[in-house]
């Protein structure tokens, strides 16, 4: 059975950093997308980050425009995790984060071609 497992969420200053993890279960996913998405209350499931394999130990990484500059993704496939560092929060930030991992279809930035997901952790910016 396939789980990802994400933690890191908290409560935060605006300014401040927080780094989320995703622990990816059940079948390994070197070839496979392994990004984050977030939701705020009232709205619609947003792309924040991804990383997609491109052959061999190469992966690119993609941003929303809201992020660039400001989050980083990484992944471990030794350990079969996802990484979010955030830097710079924002309280436009605020939302629940999910991770998420899916066959690259060429539709990076949407939700539908991710076919694994997270439970979600909560990233709560004061101002």
């Known amino acids: 059975q396939v789980q990802l497992v994400e933690s890191g969420g908290g409560l935060v200053q605006a300014g401040g950093s927080l780094r989320l993890s995703c622990a990816a279960a059940?079948?390994?996913?070197?070839?496979?997308?392994m990004g984050w998405f977030r939701q705020a209350p009232g709205k619609e499931r947003e792309f924040v980050a991804t990383?997609?394999?491109?052959?061999?130990?190469?992966?690119?990484?993609y941003y929303a425009d809201s992020v660039k500059g400001r989050f980083t993704i990484s992944r471990d496939n030794a350990k079969n995790t996802v990484y979010l560092q955030m830097n710079s929060l924002k309280p436009d930030d605020t939302a629940l984060y999910y991770c998420?991992?899916?066959?690259?279809?060429?539709?990076?930035?949407?939700?539908?071609?991710?076919?694994?997901w997270g439970q979600g952790t909560q990233v709560t910016v004061s101002s």
């Open positions: 059940g079948r390994t996913f070197s070839s496979y997308l």
């Open positions: 990383t997609r394999w491109s052959g061999g130990s190469v992966y690119y990484a």
């Open positions: 998420a991992a899916g066959k690259d279809d060429g539709e990076n930035f949407r939700p539908s071609s991710y076919e694994y």
